[in-house]
């Protein structure tokens, strides 16, 4: 692999340093073996040879955007539902008449591997044009052991295949299937019993999560199924307090979660707890704003010292969307973030909720050169530009992925 040296860098956001911003003017980067060897001033720089030298014209250079919150292998698309909810009709409304999480079940069932990953593909295609480097993805519409090994096999045969890094999450506890209808116990002996050690002999997954909310599972359920997951090797994650405070924040913190996400009703209690216990809060905007919700509280989290990720919360049904460019708006605007926030929050912090601060999420000597230059002249554009797509050109590990 050759080496890179990208040099007239305008900007620099490392999103490293003390205050874990850090803004370098005119500055270049060198990268080696797929990692970052060296940053700095331009001033400092000494030797190009051997170098391929990439000029970045004064513009603006960041961390590749981590999306740690997706479900974005699925069958079947839900836009009769978004426009009965346009007509006034009720979450409650729309199961009763077969939608919902339920849809997307059958839809995905029906899917073949070849019809999801193709589709999946174009999702990830479009994650890269926006700066995406890195995606969690949940599998959650199979809910029995074959479909959820299909989702799982469709993600990493794209984590070969797509520049895109994909981290991968098991969430068979996303809803209870038809055929269990009633019957939640007889749903997790089958998800703990049958599908998690399928899922542990297919390899990839890293993570567990849980829908814990109202109407879905109870914390004492989602506490079952999370500690099983990790006796089997799993880290957890939460879908925690979205419709109601139930305590799932707490729970997060009780086991040690890497994250809880949504967090629309945490409890004061729960955001200490989470803050003592080093969950990183993940929120999903795009998610409230679909469904017409208030905000979780951005900012009395961070004001409570936790450090806010962001994600899309890419889904055929309530945020059908994976725009990081809408996401950095809604933060901003709608939120409270500033926009030094919200650019961490999508890099280092999100690099957290997925338990790979040490290797991305900032440019520091050491991690992956996963690094994106947006056309434009100061990073500020980022929020101040509404909702569009600056990204010009992406390098993972080092290469040129993208060029727009």
């Known amino acids: 692999m050759e080496k890179l040296l990208i040099i007239n860098i305008g900007e620099l956001?490392?999103?490293?340093g003390e205050n874990e911003f850090e803004l370098i003017n005119d500055a270049y980067i060198k990268i080696e073996n797929e990692k970052i060897k060296e940053i700095g001033e331009s001033r400092d720089l000494k030797s190009r040879k051997d170098y391929k030298v990439f000029d970045a014209r004064t513009k603006t250079v960041m961390p590749g955007f981590i999306d740690p919150h997706t479900h974005f292998v699925f069958g079947g698309y839900r836009a009769e539902e978004f426009n009965w909810r346009l007509s006034g009709m009720s979450y409650a409304e729309i199961m009763k008449r077969g939608g919902g999480i339920a849809n997307t079940v059958q839809s995905t069932r029906n899917a073949s591997f070849e019809e999801l990953y193709k589709n999946a593909k174009k999702r990830l295609d479009k994650m890269l044009e926006q700066g995406i480097t890195t995606v969690e993805g949940k599998t959650g519409y199979g809910l029995d052991k074959e479909n959820e090994l299909k989702q799982l096999r469709v993600m990493k045969e794209l984590d070969k295949n797509h520049p895109v890094d994909i981290i991968k999450t098991f969430l068979g506890a996303h809803s209870v299937p038809?055929?269990?209808?009633?019957?939640?116990?007889?749903?997790?002996?089958?998800?703990?019993?049958?599908?998690?050690?399928?899922?542990?002999?297919?390899?990839?997954?890293?993570?567990?999560?849980?829908?814990?909310?109202?109407?879905v599972f109870t914390v004492?359920?989602?506490?079952?199924?999370?500690?099983?997951?990790?006796?089997?090797?799993?880290?957890?994650?939460?879908?925690?307090?979205?419709?109601?405070?139930?305590?799932?924040?707490?729970?997060?913190?009780?086991?040690?979660?890497?994250?809880?996400?949504?967090?629309?009703?945490?409890?004061?209690r729960g955001i200490e707890e989470i803050h003592d216990k080093g969950v990183t809060p993940v929120l999903l905007p795009i998610t409230a704003y679909s469904l017409k919700e208030e905000y979780a509280p951005a900012r009395k989290l961070i004001d409570a010292g936790l450090d806010v990720a962001l994600a899309t919360d890419l889904n055929p049904g309530s945020a059908y969307s994976g725009s990081i460019p809408f996401l950095l708006t809604l933060s901003t605007l709608y939120m409270g973030l500033t926009t030094e926030e919200a650019i961490l929050a999508?890099?280092?912090?999100?690099?957290?909720?997925?338990?790979?601060?040490?290797?991305?999420?900032?440019?520091?000597?050491?991690?992956?050169?996963?690094?994106?230059?947006?056309?434009?002249?100061s990073y500020k554009h980022l929020s101040y530009h509404i909702a569009m797509n600056n990204v010009e050109l992406v390098i993972k590990k080092g290469e040129i992925v993208y060029k727009k």
Do not use: W
């Open 13 to 16: 956001i490392s999103c490293a």
């Open 178 to 215: 038809t055929e269990f209808k009633g019957d939640h116990d007889a749903f997790i002996l089958y998800l703990i019993d049958e599908v998690m050690p399928a899922i542990i002999e297919e390899g990839g997954a890293e993570f567990c999560d849980v829908f814990c909310d109202e109407g």
């Open 220 to 268: 004492d359920e989602a506490r079952k199924i999370l500690l099983a997951a990790q006796d089997m090797g799993l880290k957890s994650k939460i879908h925690a307090d979205e419709i109601a405070p139930l305590g799932a924040a707490e729970l997060a913190a009780e086991i040690n979660a890497v994250s809880a996400d949504h967090l629309l009703k945490i409890s004061d």
């Open 346 to 377: 999508l890099t280092r912090y999100a690099a957290r909720a997925i338990d790979r601060e040490d290797e991305i999420g900032s440019i520091e000597t050491g991690k992956y050169a996963d690094i994106i230059i947006l056309d434009i002249p």
